[in-house]
C-alpha cells in the first residue's frame, strides 16, 4: 500500500466538522491481525446497560471534542507503520453526512477502514457500503433480534427493521464483516446467543465476546457483574450452527471455534 505523506489542503477546510470523542494512535486490538488507529465519535442511540464506552455517551453533548483536522494531521503524518483505521464509538452513524465525508478522505489517503456500528441506520449504512468506502464492518447486535430482548438492553424502544435491514445489507455488500455479541451473565442467557445465531444463520462470523466488568459500565444494574468464564463462553460457541466462522474474543485475543477449533485459531493481539 502507498501512503501520501502530505496531507490535501482540502482535507482540513472547515467543511470537514466530523465530531470526534477520543483518539487512539495505535491498537492491536480493534481490528484483531492488524495495527490500527481508532477514532470514536460521541453519543449514541442505543446506551446499552453494559457499554464500557460510558466516558463518551453519557453526557456526550457538553464532551469536549477534538478537532478533526488534528486527527487528520495524526492519521497522515505521525504513523507511518500503520494503514488501517477504526472508526468506533458511541454511535459513528449518528455523524451522518460528516462520517460519509471523512471516511471518502480516509480512503482517498489509502486507508483501510473497518466501522463499529450498532445497525440503527440501515439507509446510512447501505450508502457508505454502496460507495467503497468500508473494508470491513462490525455490528454490535443486543441480544436475539426482537423488541424485547433490545428493550432489555437499551431501556430504549428500538426500530428492530433498521438493524435487521443494515444485517442484510452488510451481507451483501460487505466482502469482509462480523456480527459480534457481548454476553453479560447478569442480562443474557444461554439462550439468547444460540436464538441469536439461528438468526443469522449463512452468515460469514459471528463472534462471541466476555464481558468485561473492570471497564466500567453505563447501567449501574451490571456494575460488578462478573464476567462470564472461558469455559462458559466455549461451551456456548460449540453449540452454534450455520455460520461459516464462530469466534469467541476475550482479554486474550480471538479464538476460532469453528469449523475448525485449534490453538492455531488462537489470533493474539
Not at 489542503?9 to 470523542?21: D, E, K, P, W, Y
Not at 480512503?107 to 470491513?136: Q, R
Not at 424485547?148 to 424502544?157: C, L, N
Request: net charge neutral; glycine share 8%; hydrophobic share 40%.
Amino acid at each position: 500500500m502507498i501512503f501520501k505523506k502530505n496531507l490535501h489542503s482540502n482535507c482540513l477546510r472547515v467543511g470537514f466538522t466530523m465530531q470526534i470523542a477520543a483518539f487512539f494512535p495505535q491498537s492491536l486490538t480493534a481490528w484483531p491481525g492488524r495495527k490500527s488507529s481508532v477514532v470514536y465519535a460521541p453519543g449514541c442511540n442505543f446506551e446499552c446497560k453494559y457499554c464500557y464506552a460510558h466516558s463518551i455517551i453519557a453526557d456526550s453533548e457538553n464532551l469536549e471534542t477534538i478537532p478533526q483536522e488534528k486527527i487528520l494531521q495524526e492519521l497522515f503524518n505521525g504513523f507511518p507503520e500503520v494503514n488501517s483505521v477504526v472508526i468506533s464509538g458511541g454511535e459513528p452513524l449518528l455523524q451522518g453526512k460528516k462520517l460519509v465525508e471523512f471516511l471518502q478522505v480516509l480512503k482517498a489517503e489509502g486507508f483501510e477502514v473497518k466501522l463499529d456500528t450498532n445497525g440503527s441506520d440501515s439507509v446510512l449504512l447501505e450508502e457508505i457500503l454502496g460507495k467503497g468506502l468500508v473494508d470491513f464492518v462490525s455490528i454490535d447486535l443486543k441480544s436475539q433480534i426482537n423488541d424485547y430482548s433490545y428493550f432489555k438492553i437499551t431501556g430504549k424502544r428500538v426500530n428492530i427493521e433498521e438493524v435487521w435491514r443494515s444485517i442484510q445489507a452488510t451481507k451483501f455488500y460487505c466482502n469482509d464483516y462480523e456480527f459480534r455479541m457481548t454476553f453479560v451473565p447478569a442480562l443474557h442467557s444461554h439462550r439468547d446467543v444460540l436464538e441469536l445465531s439461528r438468526q443469522l444463520k449463512g452468515a460469514k462470523r459471528f463472534v462471541l465476546q466476555q464481558f468485561i466488568g473492570s471497564e466500567g459500565t453505563l447501567g449501574k444494574e451490571v456494575e460488578g457483574c462478573p464476567s462470564p468464564s472461558y469455559e462458559k463462553l466455549l461451551k456456548t460457541a460449540r453449540q452454534i450452527q450455520g455460520i461459516e466462522e464462530v469466534r469467541i474474543r476475550t482479554m486474550k485475543g480471538d479464538e476460532i471455534i469453528s469449523p475448525i477449533m485449534q490453538k492455531a485459531g488462537r489470533i493474539l493481539f
